[in-house]
């Protein structure tokens, strides 16, 4: 997987993985980083920090959590394929809005796991030699057959939402905070959420015979792809950090945008003037939910927007 | 699908329904339903009763939580798929533990409905037309094509998990057996159970060159496979119905006999006696569990065995 590799804090930090919730999709022109990257290196330098700080904590917390253990032949396709899917920000979006309204870490890093964990057996599945299909498949190598794969990204949707349950802990009172969020989590990654974008993709690439697809047909994939699992993060964050429901719907909302904007971007083909303006607007609409909220917790989450 | 009908309650009933957990393998010569059936006809006639007003009870429950609504294009694969899916009896196992245990059926009919749900989308993905396959498919027709019947398994599961959280109600103080549940179902078809079983099984018949298993193979499957659904669902009845921890895992091991007889029972073929000798051993051990439960209500369970 090629990206451009940074320092921070002296470890080698993949630029794209910062940026990007699908590097397979990454053959847009428009490419990123931004401009603004250039402009502002010491302040994005503090941003890629927490951020990345963030993505160290859930990476270890899932590798506690998968370890590759007997039998073999299950756990090392698993462990293989968890961190074979890209990198996304949904887990870091879900800690720090935990942090935001709050919250300890490690209240959130259970959920910020699992959502990782949806979305690589979600990538997983993707990626599955199928008949019939015309969507775009990334070029990622096939360590397995795919019926391992099929049985694999089968295993670690429900194992996502048992690192979840099992963090459950009578002493500090949270079992109702996390069964809202396994309805959350349940909820985005199924009909209503990014299952309901993939078949808008295979019926948009379809009936576009394969080719181009309209801006709306585009924006309403991502908000229910990229949105739906975005705007989950945000949410289950805010719930374990104990926020208010004005809070939440907040975190909601700024999930949706940053996760459109992040489908969005993946997706432009050339100088697409009418998506590059929408995602301008989604960011100017994403910024206003952060109003009201802590000043200083707040800079970081600009690092979502680009 | 063929079956024998019967009237129950003025009702047809498929008698096969009741019986097998996978019609499609239904080829054994051993067929179902066996000479005690013949023998006790008023008994049994009775325990069909208690069971079919349980799978009554489940379908109206899912019917009810899986209505086909817009939009058409998800739900109405996910509906179709749902009941597409043989009935086996292991929803009604767990609703009979949680009665077994003192609980009101209500509040094992979400736990139930999820674990046909976990059924369903494992039977989706087995019957997925993939390469490199040399296991057994059922002849089921394929209403959607594979990219849609793909999706709509990995839309059932989550959605499985999301009506059982949904089911949590503050004002019964259930949070906690709601998330053990969760646990339990996530475990048993995950990693460690159902998935397991299903790896056992390719591997199993991948180095048997698609040919016949021995019978400690047979029994690992169908312990990993049906053995962990089952368990999974009698354990669940009783956590759902307050059981104590002896009931629950007196009920656990029932549950995980139960699976491996309904499992090697689907799986004989001609006059094998091994199998068949130790499908009446785990009868004998499946009864020996329900010692010191409430005579009355364990007559119900004698169905389970057949």
């Known amino acids: 997987m090629a990206g451009v590799v940074a320092q921070i804090n002296g470890k080698p930090i993949l630029i794209h993985a910062l940026f990007r919730s699908n590097p397979s999709r990454s053959s847009s022109p428009l490419s990123l980083p931004p401009l603004s990257w250039r402009k502002g290196k010491v302040t994005m330098s503090c941003k890629r920090s927490y951020l990345a700080s963030i993505n160290e904590d859930v990476k270890a917390h899932l ?41 300890h870490r490690s209240l959130a890093l259970p959920a910020a796991s699992a959502l990782h964990l949806m979305y690589a057996a979600s990538y997983t599945h993707d990626n599955l030699p199928l008949q ?24 670690i949707l429900p194992f996502g939402l048992e690192v979840l349950a099992k963090s459950d802990d009578p002493a500090q009172n949270i079992s109702g905070r996390i069964l809202r ?7 985005s990654v199924g009909s209503q959420g990014m299952i309901y974008g993939q078949y808008l993709e295979i019926e948009s690439i379809q009936s576009n015979g394969c080719g181009s697809c309209h801006v709306e047909e585009i924006e309403r994939v991502c908000e229910k792809y990229e949105g739906s699992l975005y705007a989950c993060a945000a949410t289950c964050g805010a719930i374990m950090g104990g926020g208010s429901e004005e809070e939440i719907e ?40 952060l109003e009201g909220f802590d000043e200083a917790k707040v800079e970081a989450f600009s690092s979502f927007l680009r």
Chains 1, 2 share one sequence.
């Open 250 to 289: 907040k975190m909601r909302r700024y999930g949706l945008y940053v996760g459109k904007i992040q489908g969005m971007t993946n997706r432009i083909k050339g100088n697409d003037k009418d998506l590059v303006k929408l995602v301008e607007e989604m960011r100017g609409l994403a910024i206003k939910e």
């Open 132 to 155: 019939e299909s015309c969507r775009p498949k990334s070029t990622i190598h096939h360590e397995y057959g795919p019926n391992i794969e099929l049985l694999t990204g089968d295993s």
């Open 63 to 103: 590798k506690h959590a998968i370890p590759v253990r007997e039998p073999l032949a299950v756990y090392e396709p698993m462990h293989y394929l968890t961190f074979a899917a890209p990198w996304n920000t949904a887990p870091a979006l879900c800690v720090a809005a935990c942090e935001l309204v709050g919250g």
């Open 181 to 187: 969020v396994v309805v959350e989590i349940t909820r």
